[in-house]
Structures are given as structure tokens and as C-alpha cells.
């Protein structure tokens, strides 16, 4: 009789283990996955409509200036992350300046150089390109950009969003190809990451012998560096594969295979949250939302791209509403996270007590 009883308190304090993890994985996996996600799926607009902003508001030597002090901002607040204390305030720290280091040292970058060079952008159907540019003393003192004979400036968003492809800058971009793999090649043969590409590509594409023979060692963990490298060889990758995608020389926007492409990333994405569900820390959920949103984002332009729907921050000064709409939501977001993250965690653990 005894025994029974024991085995049943066993039982009994085992199943209220089970329905106390339960309930932690409910309040802090579900609500840390909601939050994560959709203030990373905010940003990624927001960043648009900011790049939109610039563009239209500041002239082109301003805006130069500009960029390249955003750039070293985000620098500077990738390098402050690594010093400050806590998981969550290093991710916080490496995301912010991640975005603005992306936008404005590598996007804008491209942007002035293919200004600069009159870089052709790719006409959607049938059409003339023209440009000319006149040197002094090796300067550029004019220039003219005229599609189907009409001068670039005279050209609406909505208008050039209807003639053509891809901007100038996302056409030179693939010619940094050869820059990707170097560094994936480092990350593959030297290193253990937390990657799940990297890591499934160093269980299954070396051989076991050669694999062996390596040594991988695990990188310094500072969160601020890993989530603003998840951030740029991510976005870097996808970029590649669109404009790949893209290029009707290869495949085609509207190729069977770009459409597979974009079915993967959605199928992917949906995988990638069933598995971020379970994250219960702040900053390891932040970072692994980041990777869910950049897969879904892939989705997201190819869509667009194909005239599923309309992309709002791509032309914010016709979409006003609609971009306030999402800024607002953006930081009612954070300041519910802030909030109800302070409460979550105290009452889990009054109820842990």
C-alpha cells in the first residue's frame, strides 16, 4: 500500500512538472515569439521607407554624408553591444546598429556608385536606355538618364515601379558573389556557429574523415556581433539569389523556379517559427526571429515583385497612412514587449516559488 502511494505522488509531482513547464513554454515562448516577430517584420519596411525618405527629402552630396554616418553609427552601437551586460541588451544593440550599418555602408554605398557610373537599370518588357556623362579635370560635371527618351527625374515612384526591375544598385550587387562565399568559406571549414544552414552542411557535406582532420572551434560569444553578422550574410545571401532569380539571362521573375524559391522560403519560415516557439530567452528568440523574418521576407519581394500586392514603403510619400500605420504599430510593439515582458517575468517566477 505504501508503495502504490509513492508511486502515485511520483506520478502526481511529475505531471504537475510537466503542466508547470507547459505553462512556462505558453507565457514566455508564444508571447516572446509574437513580440520577436513582429517588431523584426516591422523594421524591415520601416528600413525601406526610411531609405525612400532620405532619398526624397536630403540632396544627393547630403545625403552621401548622411549614409555613411548612419553606417558608422550602426558600427559604433554593434561595438557598445559587445560591452554591455546582459544577452537581451547585446541583441538589442547588434539589431539597431545591424540596420543601420546594412543601410546605410552597403545599400547607400551601391546607390552612390551606381549613380555615379549611370548604372542601367533593367526595363520590364521593351525599351531605350540612354545616358551620357560629361568629365572636367576627371570630375563629373553633368549627367543625363533618359528612359524611352524621358528624363529619370521626371519619373513618378509609382511610375518607375512599373517600368522597370530591380534598382541600378541591386544589379551590381551580384558582382560581390565571390565576397560571400570567402566568408561562408570561413564559417564553414573554421568555425561552430549556431546556424542551422552551417552547422547541417558540416554534418552532411564533409566527409567524415575529412571532417575529422578539422578543427572547428566555436567562435567568442557576443551576441551583439552574432546577430549583426546573422543580419548581413543573411540579407547579403538573399539579395544574391533574387537578383539571380530575377535576371531573365538565368531564370525570370515569374520563372518555375523563382516561384519554388519563394514557396520554400514560406514553407521554411513557418518551420522556423514552430521551432522559435520553443525559445523561451529574450535575446536568443530575438535573434532567431531575425532569421524567420529575412526567410519570410524572401517570400514577401518575390510576391511583390509579381504583382500580388502593392509594396506601401517603397513609395512612402504616396502611402503616408499606411507607413504611420505601420511606424506606430512598430513602437507600440516595442513598448508592449518592455511592459509586458517585466510582468510575465515576475509572475512566472512568484509562480515558480
Not at 156 to 171: C, F, M, N, Q, V
Request: aromatic content about 14%; charged content about 15%; proline content about 3%.
Amino acid at each position: 500500500m505504501l508503495s502504490l502511494m509513492t508511486y502515485i505522488d511520483l506520478n502526481l509531482q511529475t505531471l504537475k512538472t510537466k503542466l508547470t513547464m507547459s505553462t512556462t513554454f505558453n507565457r514566455n515562448g508564444v508571447f516572446k515569439t509574437v513580440c520577436s516577430l513582429f517588431i523584426i517584420l516591422l523594421l524591415m519596411p520601416i528600413g525601406h521607407a526610411l531609405m525612400a525618405l532620405m532619398e526624397h527629402f536630403l540632396s544627393p552630396t547630403a545625403l552621401h554624408y548622411s549614409a555613411f554616418a548612419m553606417g558608422l553609427l550602426g558600427l559604433l552601437m554593434v561595438i557598445i553591444g559587445v560591452y554591455a551586460k546582459g544577452d537581451t541588451r547585446q541583441t538589442v544593440w547588434g539589431i539597431t546598429g545591424a540596420m543601420l550599418f546594412w543601410t546605410g555602408w552597403v545599400e547607400f554605398l551601391f546607390v552612390y556608385y551606381a549613380q555615379r557610373y549611370c548604372v542601367h537599370c533593367d526595363l520590364q518588357g521593351s525599351g531605350v536606355i540612354q545616358t551620357m556623362t560629361e568629365y572636367t579635370d576627371g570630375m563629373i560635371t553633368h549627367q543625363d538618364y533618359l528612359i524611352n527618351g524621358r528624363p529619370l527625374a521626371d519619373y513618378t515612384r509609382p511610375e518607375l515601379k512599373a517600368i522597370r526591375g530591380s534598382r541600378p544598385e541591386y544589379l551590381i550587387m551580384p558582382a560581390t558573389f565571390g565576397l560571400w562565399i570567402t566568408v561562408m568559406v570561413l564559417y564553414t571549414f573554421c568555425t561552430r556557429t549556431g546556424c542551422d544552414l552551417i552547422n547541417w552542411i558540416q554534418r552532411h557535406c564533409l566527409k567524415s574523415n575529412t571532417r575529422d582532420s578539422i578543427e572547428l572551434r566555436p567562435m567568442a560569444h557576443h551576441p551583439s556581433i552574432i546577430v549583426f553578422m546573422e543580419w548581413i550574410m543573411m540579407m547579403w545571401g538573399v539579395y544574391l539569389v533574387l537578383m539571380f532569380c530575377y535576371d531573365p539571362v538565368f531564370l525570370g521573375q515569374r520563372h518555375p523556379v523563382t516561384l519554388a524559391f519563394a514557396l520554400i522560403c514560406l514553407v521554411g519560415s513557418a518551420l522556423m517559427l514552430k521551432k522559435q516557439l520553443h525559445i523561451t530567452s529574450w535575446g536568443r528568440n530575438i535573434r532567431f526571429a531575425l532569421a524567420t523574418v529575412i526567410v519570410f521576407w524572401s517570400f514577401v519581394e518575390i510576391a511583390a515583385r509579381n504583382g500580388f500586392f502593392s509594396e506601401v514603403w517603397v513609395d512612402p510619400m504616396n502611402h503616408k497612412t499606411e507607413v504611420g500605420l505601420i511606424a506606430a504599430a512598430f513602437l507600440i510593439a516595442v513598448t508592449a514587449t518592455v511592459f509586458f515582458s517585466k510582468y510575465i517575468t515576475t509572475k512566472t517566477a512568484a509562480d515558480e516559488e
